[in-house]
Structures are given as structure tokens and as C-alpha cells.
């Protein structure tokens, strides 16, 4: 049976939270495959496991530590979600957007999210960032979208705009801070695929084709979630490696998604803390 959560869920899940620290989180920050280490700069941090949290789905993949940091960055009151649970994993896409929605009932005004993706733009290098600027919903064109069920009117209308999904103001606050810090980093657009198989050189050479710059399997349910419930949006990719599309090529593999997170992890750090300034 198809799974839809409730108001009630997802205030029970904030209850929980609020148990342990009346901070009000202005930004919420998601770290991808490889990227845990981010949430050791929170300063006066409160660390919650998943497992503690009602309806929270627990990540099982390598690289997602699955903890809930409450704390200060730049300033700035965060939560930050050191890992998170993906589709592949079992989970309802209505559970994969329950953080999302908590974030928000927490206080929440705009969303960070970040991820381990495949180049497939052939100018992309392992270890590049890409600032999302907008992204293909490809598994959501099949009906794998968060906000299928009952509409929740208390977070948005039945039918969100998906219209510039990442913030215009955020997408040029983090190019220029990459700019000025000699950063490597792009403006593309992110695919979502459901996983957690890699692609294959033929589906490598579909997805560039239809106008994808990076892949991965996650991320774009959360934006929607994020959209719906009036957030706005930054999405950050580290690039893990540049998908070539031919036979005979390296295969791709997790562990080089978690060796190029060692790279990028500083320069998303120094995007993330200057976006933090941003108004």
C-alpha cells in the first residue's frame, strides 16, 4: 500500500527535535554521498540520529553518517541532514520528503542542498562544483514525486510552480564566491535517476543528449518538497568523475564518489559559508 504522511507525523517528528535544542533554524543544509564532514564547522552544534527522530527514513548508504545537526555556521541558525535517505534505498518518496518538511515547520526560510554527482558534461572534472540551475525530474515523470497523495495546503498549493526551482540571487551569490576563491565550479542542470545501478554508456549518452550537465539519485524530490513548502533553493553538485558514454570506458564506482567528496568538501565549504552572507 502507497504510503502518505500527515500533518500529525510531521509534527510529531518536530516535537522530537525540539526535545533537544530551541534553536530556530533560518537554513537547512543536506550533504551528499561523501560530504559528512561538512557538518563538523557547526559551532555549538546539537547532533540528533535519524533513528531518534518518529517517521525519519535512516540512511543505509556508505558516506551518509545519518545524524540531525542543530547549530550556528557564519551566524547563521542551521539544521543541517549529515546524509539522507534515497529512493533506492525503499523509502516512499512522501518519506523521502519528510526532512524536508520538518526543516520548514522548524523554521526553515531556504534550503542548501548538495550531492555526489557523475560529469556529463565532458568540460566537468572530478572534483568541480556545479551550481544547480535547474534539473531534469526524470523518475518524477514516471509519478515518483513527493508530493503525490492528499495536498498538504499548509505547506503549498496542489500544483507548485517548479519555474526557476533554484534561486536566481543564490545560483550568482555562489558563482561569484567560487569565482573570487579560484574554485572550479559550473552552471548546469542536474538529472535525477531513481538507482541505485550506475548508468550505462548508452543511457550516458541519452541523458547529455536531452541537455543533462551532471547525474545522480537524489536531491530533486527534496527541491520540490523545499519549492512546495515556499523555500527557496541553492543546490551545489561536487562532480565525482566525467562519464564518457563509450564502451569500454572505467566503470564507475561509490568509492570514487567518496574520494572526489575529499576534494570538494573545502570548496563547498568556502561556497557554502560566503552564500551565507548572502540577503
Same mark, same amino acid.
Given at each position: 500500500?502507497?504510503? +502518505?504522511?500527515?500533518?500529525?507525523? +510531521? ?30 564547522? @557547526? ?6 540520529? +535519524? ?137 548546469? @542542470? ?7 545501478? +550506475? ?23 527534496? @527541491? ?56
Amino acid at each position: 500500500m502507497e504510503e +502518505f504522511l500527515t500533518m500529525q507525523e +510531521f509534527q510529531t517528528a518536530v516535537t522530537a527535535i525540539r526535545q533537544h535544542t530551541p534553536l530556530e533554524p533560518r537554513v537547512g543544509l543536506i550533504l551528499g554521498s561523501g560530504l559528512n564532514a561538512l557538518a563538523e564547522s @557547526v559551532e555549538n552544534a546539537v547532533s540528533i540520529p +535519524f533513528e531518534d527522530i518518529p517517521y525519519f527514513p535512516v540512511s543505509t548508504v556508505e558516506g551518509h553518517a545519518g545524524r540531525l545537526v542543530l547549530g550556528m555556521l557564519e551566524g547563521v541558525p542551521m539544521v543541517v541532514m549529515q546524509g539522507r535517505a534515497h529512493y533506492y534505498e525503499g523509502y516512499s518518496m512522501s518519506r523521502i520528503g519528510l526532512p524536508i518538511r520538518v526543516m520548514r515547520l522548524l523554521g526553515v526560510e531556504w534550503l542548501i542542498v548538495t550531492n555526489a554527482a557523475g560529469g556529463l558534461n565532458m568540460a566537468y572534472r572530478a572534483g568541480d562544483v556545479m551550481v544547480i540551475r535547474d534539473h531534469i525530474n526524470l523518475i518524477g515523470m514516471a509519478g515518483l514525486n513527493p508530493l503525490r497523495g492528499p495536498n498538504l495546503a499548509e505547506f503549498g498549493p496542489r500544483f507548485p510552480s517548479m519555474n526557476e526551482a533554484y534561486a536566481p540571487s543564490l545560483r550568482k551569490a555562489a558563482q561569484e564566491i567560487a569565482l573570487q576563491a579560484g574554485i572550479p565550479a559550473h552552471q548546469g @542542470v542536474y538529472i535525477c535517476l531513481a538507482g541505485p545501478s +550506475f548508468e550505462t554508456p548508452s543511457d550516458v549518452r541519452f541523458l547529455r543528449l536531452i541537455g543533462a550537465d551532471a547525474v545522480g539519485m537524489s536531491t530533486v524530490p527534496e @527541491v520540490i518538497a523545499a519549492r512546495h513548502s515556499g523555500m527557496r533553493v541553492l543546490g551545489l553538485s561536487g562532480i565525482s568523475n566525467t562519464l564518457i558514454g563509450e564502451e569500454g570506458a572505467p566503470p564507475p564506482n561509490h568509492e570514487e564518489v567518496l574520494a572526489a567528496g575529499r576534494i570538494v568538501v573545502p570548496r563547498l565549504e568556502t561556497i557554502i559559508r560566503g552564500v551565507l552572507h548572502t540577503p
